[in-house]
């Protein structure tokens, strides 16, 4: 099938795509969620109020997520980062609770899942590519148990023809080889595909370290970014779809 998308100039063979907050709003729920979880801790704890537990939430939520070790085993166990990251609020506030702690995670972990879903005109803007596209694929970090669900829940895998989960291979992006993973799978050359998804080291960086030709960091107006990259309507008209 020949090339029917381009990208600055050049024939497009293969689009690859993330999943989470390129596809699923991930973030969608977060602060609803956070506030719940600062009432049950504040509530728990007594004598500190929500406003202090949410900071503290925050504060925790980065201090886990900063250190490279525990962001590449926490993605492939949130529920686990999650225990973690409460945990870490409770011994900072001076009463650990491992138990109120797990149990609240857990509380999360439900109110995130019930707030996810796919970012407004994604699955019509799937469909335009799987129209036009001589090849998709998906290439996503996390284990592989909760990938997968997301990807039935939504019926994603009738859009791609190549589905690269990080828990089922057992590397994750930036590694090169997730991205040489789904385009030999697709027999696309490397010069002729584009990566596009929201986060710039693991999206951008990682797939022209592999040689990826095109990279697209996706950046919406409503999330903070330091430095601008490509909007879902940038990517959309510039691929013609």
């Not at 129209?131 to 970090?141: C, D, F, H, I, S």
């Not at 997730?178 to 999206?203: T, W």
Request: charge should be negative; hydrophobic fraction near 45%; include cysteine.
């Amino acid at each position: 099938m020949p090339a029917v998308l381009h990208w600055d100039g050049t024939p497009i063979e293969a689009l690859l795509l993330d999943l989470d907050d390129t596809i699923l709003d991930n973030a969608a729920g977060l602060e609803t969620a956070w506030r719940s979880v600062a009432d049950a801790v504040a509530s728990e704890l007594g004598g500190v109020s929500s406003e202090a537990v949410l900071e503290q939430l925050r504060t925790s939520s980065d201090w886990f997520w900063a250190d490279d070790e525990r962001h590449r085993w926490g993605r492939l166990d949130m529920p686990g980062s999650r225990r973690s990251v409460i945990e870490h609020v409770f011994a900072s506030l001076g009463r650990p609770s491992p138990v109120r702690a797990a149990e609240i995670a857990e509380l999360y972990s439900r109110l995130r899942d019930a707030a996810l879903a796919p970012f407004p005109g994604a699955l019509e803007a799937l469909a335009r590519l799987r129209a036009k596209a001589p090849a998709l694929g998906l290439v996503t970090n996390g284990a592989a148990a909760p990938q997968r669900a997301k990807i039935d829940r939504f019926d994603l895998a009738r859009f791609f023809d190549v589905i690269v989960v990080e828990g089922e291979i057992g590397h994750g992006k930036p590694d090169p080889r997730n991205f040489q993973h789904a385009l030999d799978a697709i027999g696309a050359a490397s010069e002729r595909a584009l990566m596009a998804g929201d986060n710039f080291e693991c999206d951008v960086r990682g797939a022209l370290g592999a040689g990826v030709q095109h990279a697209v960091w996706i950046v919406r107006a409503d999330r903070p970014y330091r430095t601008p990259g490509a909007g879902k309507q940038e990517l959309v008209e510039r691929l013609g779809i």
